[in-house]
C-alpha cells in the first residue's frame, strides 16, 4: 500500500508540476493584457468576460469537477491575475469577517486590498470619491428582504452596479464553553437573532440574554473577551479571526439563507453577454398611469420584470416615490434601448451585468 501511495503522490506531483508551468504562462498573458488596458484605460475587472469563462469549461468538463468547483478555483485565479494586471483597493461594509467581506474575497480574491467601512453609506462614498476602485454592500436577503440604504443611496449617489453576488450565508454558534447550558447570553445582530430563532429557542437555556452589537464580528469579539457563558452568533470567518471555538455550525433556520450582494462601480459599462440583468431608479410624473404605462412598454417588448420596489422621495412632504426597477437583459438591447429612450428624462441606469440570480 506505501508503494502504491507513493507512486500516486508522485503523479500528482507531477501534475502540480505542470500546472504551477501553465499557471505561470497565463499569467505572463495576462500581464501583458493588463499592459495594454493601462494603456487604454479600460477596466480590470470583467465580470461577463469571467462568467463566460467559466461557462466555457463547465461545457468542456468531462471529469470530476462541477461547475461550482470550476467556479471556486477559476475565480481565485481571476482575482490574482487582476491584482498582476492592475491591483485595485475594494470598500466593504465592515468590519473585517463580516459578511460583506467574506462576498468581497470570494470575488476579488486573498491577495487584494480591502478597506472595511462602518456602513453602507460610506462604502458608496469611498467609491464615489475614488478613494476605492469597487465597493460591496448588501443589498437582499431571501428571508428579510432588501436593505433599505442600499437602495436608498443608488438614489442619491451616481454609481454603477459592476455585478451581482449571491451568496449562500451561515451562521454559527461560537463560544469558549464547552456546553451550551453553560452560556447565559448571545451577542449577534438583530437580524441574525431572528434569522437563527429557532435555534436560539430550542437548543439555548431558556431566557438566554440576547444583545443586539453592530456586526456579526463585533459579537465574536465580544464573546471571545467576555469568555465562559458568552456566545457570539457569527461566521465561521469571524470565529476563526478572533480564536474563538465554534460549537455549533448552520443554525439559521432557513435551509437555504442567501444574501445577494452588489458590486459597485463608477463610470463602468459591461458588454453583453448571454444572460444579463439590468437595474434603473424611475422618477415619473406624479400623475394616473405614468407606471401603468412605463410596465405596458416593457410587456409589450416581452422583457420580463424581476423586481420592482417603491421608495419615498425624501424631503417630500406629499409622499411621492420613485421606483427601483430590475429586469433581464442588457441595455444594448434594441427593444430596451427604446424603452430608456422614451422616457430618458425619467429613468436613471444604473447598470447592466451577468444575471446570477
Not at 466593504?92 to 467601512?117: T, V
Not at 430550542?202 to 456586526?215: D, R, T
Not at 457569527?234 to 479571526?241: D, E, H, L, P, R
Not at 433556520?253 to 431608479?281: M, S
Request: aromatic residues 8%; hydrophobic residues 40%.
Amino acid at each position: 500500500m506505501d508503494q502504491k501511495l507513493n507512486e500516486l503522490r508522485q503523479q500528482i506531483d507531477t501534475i502540480d508540476d505542470q500546472l504551477l508551468q501553465l499557471l505561470n504562462a497565463r499569467m505572463e498573458v495576462v500581464r501583458q493584457v493588463g499592459l495594454l488596458k493601462q494603456s487604454q484605460k479600460s477596466v480590470i475587472y470583467r465580470p461577463e468576460r469571467e462568467a463566460a469563462i467559466i461557462e466555457r469549461l463547465h461545457q468542456k468538463t468531462h471529469g470530476l469537477l462541477n461547475r461550482e468547483a470550476i467556479e471556486a478555483i477559476f475565480l481565485e485565479i481571476f482575482a490574482t491575475s487582476r491584482n498582476l494586471e492592475l491591483p485595485e483597493k475594494v470598500a466593504y461594509l465592515g468590519p473585517e469577517g463580516s459578511f460583506s467581506h467574506g462576498a468581497a474575497e470570494s470575488r476579488f480574491g486573498a491577495m487584494s486590498d480591502y478597506i472595511s467601512m462602518p456602513s453602507i453609506r460610506t462604502v458608496f462614498e469611498a467609491v464615489e470619491t475614488g478613494k476605492t476602485r469597487f465597493g460591496v454592500v448588501p443589498f437582499e436577503n431571501n428571508q428579510e428582504g432588501v436593505v433599505a440604504e442600499t437602495m436608498d443611496c443608488f438614489g442619491e449617489f451616481d454609481l454603477k452596479i459592476v455585478a451581482e453576488l449571491p451568496q449562500l450565508v451561515h451562521f454559527c454558534l461560537a463560544s469558549s464553553s464547552d456546553r451550551v447550558e453553560e452560556i447565559h447570553t448571545v451577542y449577534s445582530k438583530d437580524i441574525a437573532f431572528r434569522q437563527c430563532s429557532g435555534f436560539i429557542q430550542n437548543y439555548l437555556p431558556a431566557g438566554v440574554k440576547q444583545v443586539p452589537v453592530s456586526s456579526t464580528s463585533e459579537a465574536a469579539r465580544l464573546a471571545a473577551e467576555q469568555g465562559r457563558g458568552t456566545a457570539g452568533l457569527c461566521s465561521a470567518v469571524a470565529a476563526k479571526k478572533f480564536k474563538l471555538p465554534i460549537l455549533f455550525h448552520n443554525v439559521e433556520d432557513a435551509e437555504r439563507h442567501i444574501t445577494r450582494f452588489l458590486i459597485l462601480g463608477k463610470d463602468i459599462e459591461n458588454q453583453p453577454g448571454k444572460n444579463d440583468k439590468t437595474t434603473i431608479i424611475a422618477r415619473l410624473p406624479d400623475e394616473p398611469g405614468s407606471l401603468a404605462a412605463l410596465l405596458q412598454e416593457f410587456y409589450a417588448a416581452k422583457i420580463n420584470l424581476t423586481k420592482i420596489e417603491s421608495r419615498p422621495v425624501r424631503g417630500d412632504k406629499n409622499f411621492s416615490y420613485w421606483f427601483f426597477i430590475e429586469f433581464d437583459g442588457h441595455r444594448k438591447d434594441a427593444a430596451i434601448q427604446q424603452i430608456l429612450e422614451n422616457h430618458r428624462q425619467n429613468v436613471q441606469w444604473l447598470g447592466s451585468y451577468v444575471k446570477m440570480l
